[in-house]
């Protein structure tokens, strides 16, 4: 429960990968698909933390594409377990996004919370691979803002700023709905914007394929069918 106010809340503004889009699924399958032929012992959590400090690093850096950004990835988790990926294997993971899994609840529920706020979605990623997984979600959103566009990744605030300037409403109309921490809730809330936390990984240890952070999200919901429910209760 939360004392958030809907009725001020105008648009609703959505991280993509990890909250509508299940990529530890997708993130998984691509390393396993390197990694298995190799034998290589190690569990499915310990893969998503190697990956999820591989990748922020690397877009910590100098701007790169995101497909690009996830073949070095995969080299470098790959690396970490004496494995040396192929150039076809990191252009085909860099390729992979459109073929992530969509939560089950994700499209149902953009169609309904569209028939009162309006949408937008700011995400870490290239615009040609989001268009595959806004396809798959219904293309729902008013606004999309990728890390393409702004030339930097969420944490970075521009991210967020952009958005909100393409909105054009003042923040407190604004929820920000994510499921990372590190990536959307520390970020959007030092912007003064409220956020709700939807909590995939609800129950199971660690933070998975994003870097460990702290923050005091305005609402926590398990899933996005649930988060509907909140919102348009």
């Known amino acids: 429960m ?19 889009i299940d990529w530890e699924a997708g993130i998984l399958a ?6 298995a032929p190799h034998r290589v012992a190690v569990t499915d959590d310990g893969l998503l933390e ?5 990748e922020a690093d690397l877009e910590a850096g100098p701007y790169q594409r995101y497909r690009e950004v996830l073949g070095e990835s995969l080299q470098r988790v790959a690396r970490g377990h004496g494995v040396e990926a192929t150039a076809d294997e990191m252009d085909a993971f860099g390729g992979s996004v459109g073929n992530w899994p969509v939560f089950p609840d994700s499209a149902a529920a953009l169609g309904r919370l569209k028939a009162r706020f309006r949408l937008g979605v700011i995400t870490n990623c290239d615009d040609d691979l989001f268009a595959l997984s806004n396809r798959r979600l219904g293309g729902a959103f008013d606004w999309v803002v990728t890390a393409q566009q702004v030339g930097a990744y969420k944490p970075d605030p521009r991210n967020f700023e952009v958005a909100l300037e393409r909105l054009g409403l003042p923040q407190e109309r604004v929820l920000h709905v994510a499921q990372s921490l590190f990536h959307d809730h520390v970020p959007a809330k030092a912007l003064g914007l409220a956020t709700a936390w939807i909590d995939r990984r609800r129950g199971r240890p660690g933070f998975g394929a994003t870097p460990p952070a702290e923050a005091t999200p305005d609402l926590v919901a398990p899933d996005m069918a649930s988060f509907a429910e909140l919102a348009l209760a």
């Open 30 to 35: 691509g390393l396993r698909r390197v990694l």
């Open 50 to 54: 190697s990956y999820a400090a591989a």
């Open 2 to 20: 939360s004392d958030l106010d809907f009725a001020r809340i105008e648009a609703l503004t959505f991280d993509c990968y990890g909250t509508l």
